[in-house]
């Protein structure tokens, strides 16, 4: 069977098999099906909310309420499958953590729902349809490049979009799928074909979308949902149908390694700035500890959908916490546990989002938006001076005020030698002395 085809008969099986779950989770005798079904309280919100007096013209000065656009990339997680289990054929996007716009943030904590209360003019969210929403069930990362493509075009094409002046939050989410199918094709699924597709997709928003700040999350350690199987007799039974790649445990152990890959092979290629310029940004969101939160470091099940696979409302509620921290905090920020609970941050007024540029870590006790600034400044004059043309310029200015100060001094040295001599010519011509003088000549002035 050609690739193509396989995929596509992978896809078809999904849609039935969560489509199956959904209509006989209900009556299933499943440990987290109540946590599952029960809805999500969501939290107040008591932060300051504020935005820029000005449209900041730079991503490392960009605030929360500087955002205008939201937008998403990535597999099922971000498409909301498992949320609502029970209602799997209805669209449950609106949900999804990193793209969900469809209730308050008092009823669901989702990125959109707590930039909401900062801008309520945020547009892009899920809400019932897909909106800037691209991402589609079973996609794997070499799918990255073609929503990249989706999402560019979708956005040049909508009218509510100002493509040169708006600020764009971009959220991308995948590689469930890659590594549930690495023992089919290693080399395809190899961390450094993962990482490759990322980047296409990475430098062509780069190319294509201005005022952009993009984060990318990276993938959990899926060799972990194994645990789960051991105590559920359900999850082991339709395991080889979410993720074969960990039914057998010397897969697993080669799944174990390749997410450790996936990590760090993604933060080689993002934290060292790269992408960065005066008006795009990339950053990488941590969230490796998303179902191993426990002190006894075993999986939350209440994080999981129907399906053991697949995040709960619960687990979209953490994720949105989560991802909202790690603004604030350049990925520094580590949640322990999910399960308790993830409080958000509240940013101090004027805080900006994290860059590579930007820390908003304030060591000093300096307002986030001063220390910033300064910082941001600093960098760009030292990007400057190092520059031949600036060094040349330097160089050049300093010879030209060396040639001043010696005019100067020289000029006020024969101003002080001629006032002298006259001075001493007078005298001579009041005592009647007509003496022949040589008045520049004699040294001694007699």
């Known amino acids: 069977m050609e690739p193509i085809e396989s995929r596509f008969m992978f896809l078809i099986f999904n849609v039935c098999l969560y489509t199956t779950i959904g ?28 935005q820029s007096k000005t449209q900041p013209k730079s991503v490392h000065r960009l605030t929360p309420g500087d955002i205008q656009v939201v937008a998403a990339l990535g597999d099922s997680i971000t498409t909301g499958v498992g949320i609502d289990a029970s209602y799997i054929t209805v669209d449950t996007s609106g949900h999804a953590f990193s793209i969900g716009g469809s ?63 708006d600020w764009k939050m971009i959220t991308l989410y995948v590689g469930l799928n890659d590594i549930c199918n690495t023992c ?21 928003l780069k190319e294509k979308v201005p005022r952009a700040y993009v984060n990318v999350i990276q993938i959990f350690d899926v060799s972990i949902l194994r645990q789960v199987d051991a105590n559920d007799q359900y999850c082991e ?43 795009f940004s990339v950053q990488l969101q941590r969230q490796n500890d998303l179902v191993t939160s426990l002190s006894d470091e075993t ?10 696979t697949h995040l709960s409302r619960k687990g979209h509620e953490r994720s949105a916490a989560t991802l909202w921290n790690n603004l604030f905090t350049a990925g520094e920020r580590t949640v322990n546990n999910y399960a308790t609970g993830v409080e958000l941050v509240c940013p101090e ?13 304030n060591k000093n006790g300096i307002s986030f938006e001063v220390s910033n600034e300064n910082h941001f400044k600093n960098t760009r004059l030292m990007k400057k001076l190092n520059h031949p043309y600036y060094a040349a310029m330097l160089i050049t200015l300093f010879i030209i005020m060396i040639a001043l100060v010696a005019s100067c001094v020289i000029c006020c040295a024969v101003k002080d030698g001629k006032e002298d001599r006259l001075q001493l010519y007078d005298y001579m011509f009041d005592n009647e002395k007509m003496y022949y003088y040589n008045f520049y000549d004699n040294e001694d002035g007699y």
């Open 103 to 165: 209730d308050s943030l008092t009823k669901m904590t989702t990125l959109p729902s707590i930039l909401k209360m900062y801008n309520g003019n945020l547009y892009g969210y899920s809400n019932g349809s897909r909106d800037l929403n691209v991402a589609f069930i079973g996609a794997e990362s070499q799918d990255m490049l073609t929503q990249a493509d989706t999402l560019i075009s979708r956005m040049q094409s909508d009218s509510n979009i100002d493509m040169e002046r």
């Open 184 to 204: 089919h094709d290693v080399e395809k699924y190899s961390s450094f074909n993962y990482v490759t597709n990322i980047a296409k997709a990475i430098e062509r």
């Open 299 to 308: 999986p939350d099940v209440t994080l999981l959908s129907g399906d053991c």
């Open 237 to 279: 039974s339709i395991r080889p149908n979410t993720c074969p790649c960990i039914v057998k445990k010397e897969d697993a152990e080669v799944v174990s390694q390749l997410s450790q890959q996936y990590q760090e092979k993604l933060a080689e290629a993002i934290d060292d700035g790269n992408y960065d310029s005066d008006t």
């Open 349 to 361: 007024e004027g805080a900006y989002l994290s860059t590579s540029t930007s820390n908003n870590a």
């Open 23 to 50: 209509f006989t989770f209900a009556s299933a005798n499943h440990s987290n099906s109540k946590e599952t079904a029960e809805k999500a309280a969501g939290i107040d919100f008591s932060c300051h909310v504020s």
